[in-house]
Each structure stands twice: as structure tokens, then as C-alpha cells.
């Protein structure tokens, strides 16, 4: 049996990108393997590294886990849990700190973006907080983590350090893969391709909010940057906003890129933008609709308890093991 795993920072509204990336990804991952264990959290350890807004983050926290039953999560089939419920990820997160090295952390994109920006008054969490993510992951054994192609630097640091201390010690951490998506594995900001579509971003036409208004979404799409040359086709380097809408089309409608552009091979941008923004409109619709049910059921919060039961007996075994194997503490 294996062990699937994945996290969600609650750091803005859920876009269009996280979903295709990573929720959507999540949910047929576990409909595909009947047999495997899946694991998935909120990270809102993660997402303090940066300042929150106190009750927009509980409800955030709150809807990323809704979000993912409506999209389908089978809550009997996954351990659903809160990152900061469960203390030793805190713990083993300190742990792997002494096995990461400076110059790793140093390495990281989302730092050396953040460093790039000047953003000014960055928290020391922010930079170890691959450290944190390593522990996420190695705490539960995981075989697997299905990230957006963004997060597979974390994830290879992750191996690093798992590897780093197995070499050190004995063969203690499983070193999990990444799964990446072959389409949709970094959707762009609809007003700069040039740019992942990221749910903190300032600018709110560049991303889809899963709970923005439809009409909003539409909107959004129909003005979505793109190029003058007029044609339909896949050309990342060239059209790279026509590439994006295209990889977005191909993942909801669930046909290949190249059958798309074959439908619109006589056809303008207009077309193309007026028809992908119904099957974003209709597809983010449904899911509004079952994200509605599942917070008026009112089982949420006993869904969350379990799994933080389920989550917090696994991880104290590990880390209790691990604090051992380092020589912490009086127990051999
Ligand atoms: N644009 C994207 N395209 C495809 N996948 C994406 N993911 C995020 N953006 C895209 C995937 O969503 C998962 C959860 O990401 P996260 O919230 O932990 O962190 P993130 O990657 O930093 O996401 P955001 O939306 O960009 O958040 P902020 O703005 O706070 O930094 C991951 O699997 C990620 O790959």
C-alpha cells in the first residue's frame, strides 16, 4: 500500500491554478488508486510565514478542506487534517533544520523571488520553510506528492534531506517522489503569462477565485491577455497567453490540446475565449454548488477531528523515533 500526501497553504482566496494543479489532480489520484492511503493538510504553519489576516485565515483554513470534498475527496478514504493541530510537524520541522544546509535554503525560487521583488522585512520562516515542508512530508512516510510543477524543488529538497539523513543515522525516512501533471502543472496569470497564477497575487484579474461570481469569471477570462497574431495554437514561447488558456481548456474539458486547436483552426481568439469562459463558468459552478452543500452539512469539523486523531498518532510515533535515533532525551 502506498501513501499519497499533500498540502494547501490557506494564504488567499483558492484560484483556478491550485485547482487544476493540485485539487483536481488530488481527487482523481485517489479515485485511481483504491487501494493507497491519502493524506492531505492545510498549511497554515506555512502560510503565517507571510502576515495573515487572523479571521481570514480560520475561514480560509475552513474552505480549502470544504473545497476539496466538493471536488470530490472521498473524506472516508483521506486522513483531512489542519498542519498547526498536529505539533510535530513544529517539531520535526526544527529537527530537519539541522540537517538543511544555508546554501539550500538560498536556492529556493519562491525566495529568491520574494529577495528578487525587494520585499523587505522577510521572516526567518519564510526562508526555512522548506525545512518545515520536508518535515511534512517525512512524517508520514509519504511514497508520493502530487505538487504543481512549482513545488517540485521542495519536494527535491525534501529527498535531499531525507537522504542526508538516512546516510547519517539508518535507513529511517521513506524519500518520497513528486507527481507533476503532464497539462496544467503551472497555469498562468491571465494578465502576465509570464507569471504563475498565484492566490496571493494584488492583481485579482489575473486569477479565478473558485467562489468568485460566474459573471466575474467570464469576465475574467474573455480579458485575458493574449497576442495579435490571431491563431489557435500551442506556442508557449510565442503566445504564451493563448498556451495558457489552451492547457486550462484542455484540463476541463478533458480533451488533447492538439483536438482543441484543431476546433478552432478557423476561428479567432473571441471564439475561442467565449466558449472556454462557459466551460470555466459551468465547471466552477458545479463545484460552487457542492462547496455550498458540504459547509450547510455540517460535518466538517468532525471530518477535521479525526483526521487530526488519525494524523497526530502517526506523527508522534515518528518523531518520538526520530528524537531517539539523534540521541534527544534519556529513551534508547
Ligand atoms: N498556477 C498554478 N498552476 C498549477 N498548480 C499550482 N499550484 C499553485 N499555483 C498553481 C499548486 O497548488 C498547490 C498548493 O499550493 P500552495 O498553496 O501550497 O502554495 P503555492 O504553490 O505557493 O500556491 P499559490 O497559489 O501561488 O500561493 P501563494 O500565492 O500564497 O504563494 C501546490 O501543489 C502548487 O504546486
Same mark, same amino acid.
Given at each position: 500500500?502506498?501513501?499519497?500526501?499533500?498540502?494547501?497553504?490557506?494564504?488567499?482566496?483558492?484560484?483556478?491554478?491550485?485547482?487544476?494543479?493540485?485539487?483536481?489532480?488530488?481527487? @482523481?489520484?485517489?479515485?485511481?488508486?483504491?487501494?493507497?492511503?491519502?493524506?492531505?493538510?492545510?498549511?497554515? &504553519? /506555512?502560510?503565517?510565514?507571510?502576515?495573515?489576516?487572523?479571521?481570514?485565515?480560520?475561514?480560509? $483554513?475552513?474552505?480549502? *478542506?470544504?473545497?476539496?470534498?466538493?471536488?470530490?475527496?472521498?473524506?472516508?478514504?483521506?486522513?483531512?487534517?489542519?498542519?498547526?493541530?498536529?505539533?510535530? /510537524?513544529?517539531? &520535526?520541522?526544527?529537527?530537519?533544520?539541522?540537517? $538543511? /544546509?544555508?546554501?539550500?535554503?538560498?536556492?529556493?525560487?519562491?525566495?529568491?523571488?520574494?529577495?528578487?521583488?525587494? @520585499?523587505?522585512?522577510?521572516?526567518? *520562516?519564510?526562508?526555512?520553510?522548506?525545512?518545515?515542508?520536508?518535515?511534512?512530508?517525512?512524517?508520514?512516510?509519504?511514497?508520493?506528492?502530487?505538487?504543481?510543477?512549482?513545488? #517540485?524543488? /521542495?519536494?527535491?529538497?525534501?529527498?535531499? %534531506?531525507?537522504?542526508?539523513?538516512? =546516510?547519517?543515522?539508518?535507513?529511517?525516512?521513506?524519500?518520497?517522489?513528486?507527481?507533476?501533471?503532464?497539462?496544467?502543472?503551472?497555469?498562468?496569470?491571465?494578465?502576465?503569462?509570464? +507569471?504563475?497564477?498565484?492566490?496571493?497575487?494584488?492583481?485579482? +484579474?489575473?486569477?479565478?477565485?473558485? &467562489?468568485?461570481?460566474?459573471?466575474?469569471? #467570464?469576465? #475574467?477570462? +474573455?480579458?485575458?491577455?493574449?497576442?495579435?497574431?490571431? %491563431?489557435?495554437?500551442?506556442?508557449?514561447? =510565442?503566445?504564451?497567453?493563448?498556451?495558457?488558456?489552451?492547457?486550462?481548456?484542455?484540463?476541463?474539458?478533458?480533451?488533447?490540446?492538439?483536438?482543441?486547436?484543431?476546433?478552432?483552426?478557423?476561428?479567432?481568439?473571441?471564439?475561442?475565449? =467565449?466558449?472556454?469562459?462557459?466551460?470555466?463558468? @459551468?465547471?466552477?459552478?458545479?463545484?460552487?454548488?457542492?462547496?455550498? @452543500?458540504?459547509?450547510?452539512?455540517?460535518? &466538517?469539523?468532525?471530518?477535521?477531528?479525526?483526521?487530526?486523531?488519525?494524523?497526530?498518532?502517526?506523527?508522534?510515533? +515518528?518523531?518520538?523515533?526520530? #528524537?531517539?535515533?539523534?540521541?534527544?532525551?534519556?529513551?534508547?
Amino acid at each position: 500500500m502506498k501513501r499519497i500526501l499533500s498540502g494547501i497553504k490557506p494564504t488567499g482566496e483558492l484560484t483556478l491554478g491550485n485547482y487544476i494543479g493540485a485539487i483536481k489532480r488530488f481527487v @482523481e489520484l485517489q479515485q485511481s488508486m483504491p487501494e493507497d492511503e491519502f493524506y492531505l493538510f492545510i498549511a497554515d &504553519l /506555512h502560510a503565517i510565514t507571510v502576515p495573515q489576516d487572523t479571521t481570514e485565515l480560520r475561514r480560509r $483554513t475552513r474552505d480549502i *478542506a470544504a473545497m476539496y470534498i466538493a471536488a470530490g475527496l472521498d473524506p472516508e478514504r483521506t486522513v483531512l487534517f489542519i498542519q498547526s493541530e498536529v505539533k510535530e /510537524h513544529a517539531e &520535526l520541522g526544527y529537527l530537519l533544520q539541522c540537517y $538543511t /544546509h544555508m546554501g539550500e535554503l538560498e536556492r529556493m525560487t519562491q525566495y529568491k523571488d520574494k529577495i528578487k521583488k525587494g @520585499e523587505s522585512n522577510l521572516t526567518s *520562516a519564510l526562508f526555512t520553510y522548506p525545512a518545515l515542508m520536508a518535515a511534512d512530508i517525512l512524517i508520514y512516510d509519504a511514497d508520493y506528492v502530487p505538487v504543481g510543477d512549482d513545488q #517540485k524543488q /521542495h519536494v527535491e529538497l525534501t529527498r535531499d %534531506i531525507a537522504t542526508r539523513f538516512n =546516510n547519517r543515522y539508518r535507513d529511517f525516512f521513506r524519500v518520497p517522489e513528486p507527481i507533476i501533471p503532464k497539462v496544467g502543472a503551472r497555469i498562468m496569470d491571465l494578465q502576465d503569462p509570464s +507569471k504563475k497564477m498565484s492566490k496571493s497575487d494584488d492583481n485579482s +484579474k489575473g486569477y479565478i477565485a473558485l &467562489l468568485d461570481d460566474l459573471q466575474v469569471i #467570464k469576465k #475574467k477570462i +474573455k480579458s485575458a491577455v493574449t497576442d495579435s497574431l490571431g %491563431i489557435v495554437q500551442y506556442d508557449p514561447d =510565442n503566445q504564451p497567453g493563448i498556451a495558457n488558456l489552451l492547457s486550462i481548456y484542455s484540463v476541463l474539458s478533458e480533451k488533447s490540446i492538439d483536438d482543441i486547436v484543431l476546433d478552432y483552426a478557423s476561428k479567432g481568439y473571441a471564439d475561442f475565449k =467565449n466558449d472556454l469562459a462557459e466551460l470555466v463558468a @459551468e465547471k466552477i459552478g458545479e463545484l460552487q454548488k457542492k462547496y455550498n @452543500e458540504v459547509i450547510q452539512s455540517g460535518t &466538517l469539523d468532525s471530518i477535521l477531528d479525526k483526521g487530526k486523531e488519525t494524523a497526530s498518532r502517526v506523527a508522534y510515533r +515518528k518523531v518520538e523515533k526520530c #528524537k531517539q535515533i539523534i540521541g534527544l532525551g534519556r529513551k534508547r
